[in-house]
């Protein structure tokens, strides 16, 4: 598959931040577009996020990923982003490590990894150009599972 040069672009810099030699280039992008969000919110660590009415945050994303708030906000680059995560937290009264750990987890599905913003909007980028070997999971797909572990929450 040939990738457009911003896509490339994106993947070059996520990965190059967290891998120390070239063989961990794979592996790493490999892992950012996975979505191991039950797996994540299984561990001791995410115990306090999820406790911390987790589900009701992720209806706030996915009610943004379905009204086109988050998809505005990706094409508007790092100044949409920037703002849409700001409005965000304004209306769910969240800030610092209380509105980003829990944006990490419903978004990529980890709790630690590249930038969260470069990671979505590399997920666009790739949307629909990455073939079938690749083991990306789209922000759609990301969205429905992540809707899905919300209502299993409450339920």
């Known amino acids: 598959t ?12 996520l990965t190059l931040k967290s891998m120390e030699r070239f ?14 969000l039950e797996d994540t919110l299984q561990q001791e660590a995410a115990a306090k996020f999820v406790d911390d009415d987790f589900a009701g945050f992720a209806d706030a994303v996915v009610a943004a990923f379905r ?26 009264g969240r800030k610092g490590k209380n509105l980003f750990m829990p944006l990490r987890i419903a978004l990529t599905g980890r709790m630690q990894g590249g930038d969260v913003g470069q990671q979505m909007q590399l997920l666009g ?4 150009q ?4 690749a083991q990306l999971v789209g922000l759609e797909e990301r969205m429905d ?3 899905a572990w919300a209502e299993k929450a409450r339920a």
């Open 130 to 133: 990455a073939g079938d070997a």
């Open 145 to 147: 599972a992540l809707a």
């Open 2 to 13: 040939n990738l457009a040069a911003p896509a490339v672009a994106l993947v070059v810099d």
């Open 125 to 128: 980028a790739l949307d629909g």
């Open 23 to 36: 063989e961990d280039a794979v592996p790493e992008f490999e892992a950012m577009m996975s979505y191991p």
């Open 67 to 92: 009204d086109g708030s988050l998809a505005a906000a990706l094409a508007d680059g790092g100044a949409g982003w920037k703002a849409w995560v700001n409005g965000l937290g304004k209306g769910l």
